[in-house]
C-alpha cells in the first residue's frame, strides 16, 4: 500500500513551458486534492476532485488544470509555467462517506518546482 | 469558507520543554487533523481528532468541537520535533479543507 505518490519530485521549467504534475493514490478514495505552498507560507487548495470525472476549483486555479479519468490519478496540469508558479505542490486524498463524514486525509512527498 | 488561526505562530523550545498549540476555527466541522511538516518538507499525519482527546507517545491532541477549538501538546521536546505544525478542518457540509498557518517550532539542544 504506497498511499500517495506523486511524481517528479523537483523540477525546473521556462517561463513558458508546460508540464503535468502525477498523482496517483491506492487506497480508494474518492476525493482527491492538489495545494500549492510558497516559501514559508501555508497550504493553498488549487482544484480537488470528489471523484473520476468531477472536478471543481480551489481558492488559486488559475493557469491549471486538472483531470480525473479514474479513482486512482488526479494530474496536475501547468500550461504556459510562470516565475509566480514556483512552489511546492502536494496532492492528497481522502474519504468522504456518503453521509457526508469526512475522513483523514493523507499526502504525497510534494513536488518541488521552479520557473525561471 | 472557514477561518483557521493558529498560535502561536512561532516557538523555541529548550530540548525536554513542554508545550501547546491552539487551533481555532470559525464553523463547525467534522473533520480536523493535525500535521507536522518536518524540515524535509514532508506533511505527516499526527492525529485525526475531530473530537475529544488522543494520545501517540509524547503527543496528545484535544479538540472541543462545540467551542470551535483544538489543542496539540508535545511533552519532553526532542530536536527531530522541530518543524512546522498545521491544523486543518473540513465541515459537514462542503468539500474543502482548510488550513491554518502553522505553528513553526524550533526545538534547540
Known amino acids: 500500500n504506497a498511499g500517495v505518490t506523486q511524481t517528479p519530485k523537483f523540477r525546473i521549467l521556462k517561463i513558458g513551458q508546460s508540464m503535468t504534475l502525477q498523482c496517483t493514490q491506492d487506497m480508494n478514495h474518492n476525493y482527491m486534492y492538489w495545494y500549492r505552498q510558497d516559501p514559508g507560507m501555508g497550504l493553498k487548495l488549487i482544484y480537488y476532485?470528489?471523484?473520476?470525472?468531477?472536478?471543481d476549483k480551489g481558492e488559486v486555479p488559475n493557469g491549471y488544470n486538472v483531470s480525473r479519468s479514474t479513482t486512482e490519478d488526479f494530474p496536475l496540469r501547468l500550461e504556459l509555467a510562470a516565475p509566480s508558479q514556483t512552489s511546492v505542490y502536494f496532492c492528497?486524498?481522502?474519504?468522504?462517506?456518503?453521509?457526508?463524514?469526512?475522513?483523514?486525509?493523507?499526502f504525497g512527498p510534494g513536488t518541488r518546482l521552479t520557473v525561471l | 469558507g472557514i477561518q483557521v488561526e493558529q498560535s502561536p505562530p512561532d516557538l523555541i523550545l529548550q530540548e525536554g520543554a513542554n508545550s501547546t498549540l491552539r487551533c481555532n476555527f470559525s464553523?463547525?466541522?467534522?473533520?480536523l487533523q493535525w500535521f507536522h511538516q518536518n524540515p524535509w518538507g514532508q506533511l505527516i499525519n499526527l492525529f485525526y481528532?475531530?473530537?475529544g482527546t488522543k494520545q501517540n507517545g509524547r503527543l496528545s491532541a484535544t479538540t472541543v468541537a462545540t467551542e470551535r477549538y483544538s489543542l496539540l501538546y508535545i511533552s519532553s521536546s526532542q530536536t527531530t520535533d522541530s518543524g512546522v505544525y498545521f491544523c486543518a478542518v473540513a465541515r459537514n457540509t462542503g468539500n474543502q479543507f482548510y488550513f491554518g498557518t502553522g505553528t513553526s517550532l524550533t526545538v534547540i539542544p
Open positions: 481528532i475531530p473530537s
Open positions: 464553523d463547525s466541522v467534522n473533520n
Open positions: 476532485s470528489v471523484g473520476a470525472g468531477i472536478t
Open positions: 492528497a486524498s481522502s474519504f468522504r462517506t456518503s453521509g457526508g463524514q469526512n475522513n483523514e486525509q493523507f
